[in-house]
């Protein structure tokens, strides 16, 4: 069996999913059930164990299908929505539980203030972000889907290359709110030097402060243990991010979803293991994948 085994305690969820999950705990203590409008966590375990106590998640198609929810109450995630779909609950007749994070709510805002003072002079959005991810689908709803979202140096290259974001003109870009602080400087950096005559580039600090800070935290963690075991779900973006900051200081680093996952040939007997995870990941997981350890 390894030498130790030691759980991160900056490790867990974010203040946005604890207050979304709270909030689904308290309504489902007074309702026999209420609706989440996507996965309120990117965790399947946290997932199954809210889905016993009467949580049942829907999507948008199933949201344009439902005309008549008046006694239900629709949960929004903490990754927030664009406009449009408030107004298809509206529609439906939910009452709303709206648990939009608060660094999310003001990084939609000032997505659509900008957009609404520059856009008439020419101005363009851009998104450091998931192609796809809740909160970046979101945050390009607030400017009616005018804005360009890039994940690397790569597509945003290809973007100027067919004109669709033009680097003579004003530039905002902002960034989704967990994304590597890393990779959003290399990214402006590069954009910088494709600027031409008349472009200009506005770079908005959007990554939120507790993530940016987790990624520090979590390096120091990587590098004083032997291995890290990564605990997160296969759908969470956070966790690609967290677990390849952890790979990039310690190769031993292997990800798991659950404690049935842990392999015993990757250790050693006089590792000190380090476990950690994802903003989706609850800490009674990590504790359940060190407890597996440490009987190894």
Request: proline fraction near 2%; charged fraction near 25%; hydrophobic fraction near 35%.
């Amino acid at each position: 069996m390894p030498h130790s085994v030691e759980i991160d305690e900056k490790s867990g969820f974010c203040g946005g999913v604890i207050h979304a999950i709270e909030t689904a705990e308290r309504l489902l203590r007074t309702q026999p059930r209420i609706y989440s409008l996507g996965d309120v966590v990117h965790n399947e375990a946290e997932l199954s164990r809210l889905r016993e106590e009467g949580l049942v998640t829907i999507d948008h198609d199933d949201l344009s299908q439902i005309s008549n929810a008046s006694s239900e109450t629709l949960l929004i995630r903490a990754h927030g929505e664009p406009p449009e779909t408030y107004r298809k609950i509206a529609r439906a007749g939910f009452k709303v539980a709206d648990c939009t994070c608060p660094v999310v709510l003001g990084l939609q805002k000032k997505i659509r203030d900008t957009y609404n003072e520059k856009a008439a002079s020419g101005g363009q959005i851009v998104i450091f972000g998931k192609r796809g991810h809740a909160e970046v689908l979101g945050l390009v709803g607030q400017v009616d889907d005018d804005a360009c979202v890039v994940e690397n140096e790569s597509q945003l290259q290809t973007l100027v290359d067919n004109g669709t974001l033009d680097v003579h003109r004003a530039i905002d870009i902002f960034s989704q709110t967990t994304m590597s602080s890393e990779g959003y400087s290399s990214l402006c950096a590069f954009l910088r030097t494709l600027l031409k005559e008349g472009g200009s580039l506005t770079v908005h600090d959007t990554i939120c402060r507790q993530v940016a800070l987790r990624h520090s935290n979590l390096r120091d963690f990587a590098r004083s243990h032997d291995i890290i075991i990564f605990v997160a779900g296969c759908t969470s973006s956070n966790g690609k991010v967290l677990s390849d900051i952890c790979r990039s200081v310690n190769i031993r680093t292997f990800n798991v979803g659950s404690a049935q996952e842990v392999r015993p040939h990757w250790f050693r007997s006089d590792d000190n293991v380090g476990v950690c995870g994802a903003t989706s990941t609850p800490k009674w997981l990590l504790e359940q994948v060190a407890s597996c350890i440490e009987i190894l």
